[in-house]
């Protein structure tokens, strides 16, 4: 759940038009273009294929721009995969095909949240799906009840990972997680990322900076619902799938969900495993809910750091969570991605050397970012249709409740002031009767189209079901030190938006830098011109305000860690309720306008 934005690189191999008006990788020995010398040295080699998907969010269903064009929906998308399989290679079992996905499959969208990710869990079964990882947001749904993310006392059963157990027990598909861990069953006391917790001695003041702790997992569990990895052989041809969840996961769900729960180190984690299936399988591919982005390519430096403990010791990174495409080339190793919401795929052909047993790494083919275009020629697939249509019709009269209007697309941006964020922090700040309100970007989902607003298009925007808490008295030292956390941001997390507040700081995201750490806050002051914070003056740090916030940040969430020392004086109901109920009783006309109220003026005079 990071940026939008898309990059795809050039291929340089040969696409073709596949039955359909699909791009596919061209790689057999004698396609044209091929020059003699890499058709002798693919004589003994069997091509293994992916289709790849990653943060599918939700999207049954086909998107559509502005100019009438569609892409994506899962029907249509499970017969491009149908038309590949039927190609002879493949039919006659003399290449092999799988399909991957490396997570946040199921939450996203009312049409799949209605009914708790069963819908896209369903259609990835008709389609054929080979293994999934989970991702971060796959822990969002908690107990079962759709409107409920957490356990809450009489309402819910005492489950908080309910819905995700339930749908990896009627998968047709294995969830894969190697990295994921009981805490308890560790044997020592460790945090999130399954890091042992130092602890103060009797004579000690503070934690000693002494060596880490080592954390032995020779014995540690994992969820019962999880599988490390699967071997499976096509082709005669085995593939070793490791699945990897972030190690972050915890920071970026709902925390009571995972709590119990610790996310190892991606490498660390990845080599033990592919060195204890040494020999067990010819191909190894790294599914993982991690990815590059512009300013960072964790991906890519996973890749190489596996690659330099074990050499050839992983073929194919299937990367996820940045909602990137990239398609990057690590020691000939693809690290690819493939952007989000279902609108395209990746593809990878690799070859295997059946004389020398290697994996011919210099002849990889792949293509990121494939666009599922509609044409005249695609048709849906007749089964994962009637799966989509039968959860439109179930959410029909909710989908269409009316809120309001919007004179323009009400954008949103996820390290700065946007119409969509001030428009959401002012109607919780509004509905809760508050001094201030704060809401976080990373959970503005997408912004809001043009038109009649409609509950279902504010889903889109805010699918997660975050509650909505009072803090009757946050001290201004909290609250700056959130703001503080806020502009520091170059998209490694979301902002955080203020209302009630104007906030003015100094903060420059060079090129390659995702937080810059000496950002600075220079001015905040309130709607009625009360200055908080300046060069000559600054409040006491124990004056306090009501505040209105989502329980996710209250409890520490993506980073905010700041807010755990503030106290919660009430929860209420879903935040996205509560802003749906307030836009429908002022039934707003909405421009695409910003009032300056979270601004950086680096480059500007003071």
């Not at 990972?161 to 009981?182: C, D, G, M, Q, W």
């Not at 809401?439 to 298009?457: A, H, P, S, V």
């Not at 969430?557 to 009783?585: P, Q």
Request: charged share 25%.
């Amino acid at each position: 759940m990071m940026s939008k934005k898309t990059q795809v690189l050039p291929i340089q191999f040969t696409v073709i038009v596949a039955l359909l008006t699909l791009n596919a990788c061209n790689n057999v020995p004698n396609a044209p273009g091929v020059d003699n010398q890499t058709k002798l040295e693919l004589k003994d080699a069997t091509k293994v294929s992916f289709i790849l998907t990653n943060d599918i969010h939700g999207q049954l269903e086909p998107h559509q721009y502005k100019d009438g064009k569609k892409v994506g929906g899962m029907a249509y998308f499970a017969s491009v995969v149908d038309s590949i399989r039927q190609q002879p290679e493949y039919k006659k079992d003399e290449a092999a095909l799988f399909v991957l996905d490396s997570g946040d499959q199921f939450q996203g969208s009312l049409i799949s949240n209605h009914n708790e990710g069963s819908s896209i869990f369903k259609a990835m079964g008709e389609i054929g799906y080979d293994a999934v990882v989970p991702g971060n947001h796959d822990y969002d749904f908690g107990p079962l009840g759709w409107l409920f993310d957490k356990v809450t006392e009489g309402k819910t059963s005492s489950n908080p990972r309910e819905v995700i157990e339930a749908l990896a027990t009627s998968a047709k598909f294995p969830l894969l997680s190697a990295n994921t861990y009981l805490k308890k069953s560790i044997g020592i006391d460790v945090d999130a990322q399954c890091r042992a917790i130092k602890k103060k001695t009797e004579a000690a003041t503070k934690i000693t900076d002494e060596k880490p702790v080592f954390v032995n997992f020779e014995k540690a569990e994992r969820p019962s619902f999880l599988k490390p990895y699967v071997i499976l052989k096509k082709a005669d041809v085995r593939v070793a799938l490791i699945g990897i969840d972030n190690q972050f996961t915890a920071k970026t769900t709902t925390i009571e969900n995972v709590s119990d729960l610790c996310f190892r180190d991606e490498v660390e984690t990845y080599t033990e495993i592919r060195r204890s299936l040494e020999g067990q399988a010819d191909i190894f591919v790294m599914m993982i809910h991690n990815g590059n982005t512009d300013n960072n390519k964790e991906g890519s430096i996973i890749a190489k750091k596996i690659n330099e403990q074990i050499p050839n010791g992983v073929h194919l990174v299937a990367a996820g969570h940045t909602h990137y495409v990239h398609n990057d080339v690590v020691d000939n190793v693809r690290v690819i991605q493939n952007g989000d919401k279902n609108r395209q795929f990746g593809r990878v052909d690799l070859y295997f050397n059946r004389t020398t047993k290697n994996v011919m790494l210099q002849h990889t083919r792949s293509k990121a970012g494939i666009e599922i275009t509609h044409t005249p020629d695609l048709l849906p697939m007749n089964s994962v249709q009637a799966i989509v249509s039968e959860s439109r019709k179930n959410i029909e009269s909710l989908a269409n409740r009316e809120l309001g209007e919007a004179k323009d697309d009400i954008e949103t941006n996820r390290i700065g002031e946007s119409a969509l964020s001030n428009l959401l922090t002012d109607a919780l700040r509004n509905a809760t009767r508050a001094e201030f309100a704060f809401m976080n970007t990373g959970g503005i989902r997408t912004k809001l189209r043009k038109g009649l607003i409609t509950y279902e298009k504010l889903f889109e925007v805010l699918p997660m079901s975050n509650r909505a808490v009072k803090i009757e008295a946050m001290p201004w030292s909290v609250i700056k030190k959130v703001l503080t956390k806020s502009i520091q941001t170059c998209e490694r997390y979301g902002a955080l938006i203020p209302s009630g507040l104007k906030v003015k700081f100094i903060r420059n995201c060079k090129k390659g830098i995702d937080v810059d750490t000496e950002a600075k806050l220079e001015r905040v002051e309130t709607l009625d011109g009360k200055v908080l914070l300046d060069e000559k003056t600054e409040i006491a740090s124990t004056t306090t305000f009501k505040i209105a916030t989502l329980d996710f940040l209250a409890s520490g969430g993506s980073g905010y860690e700041d807010f755990k020392e503030a106290t919660v004086s009430e929860t209420l109901e879903i935040a996205r309720e509560l802003i749906a109920n307030e836009l429908e009783k002022t039934k707003l006309s909405l421009e695409n306008k910003t009032d300056g109220r979270f601004e950086n003026i680096f480059g500007k005079t003071k």
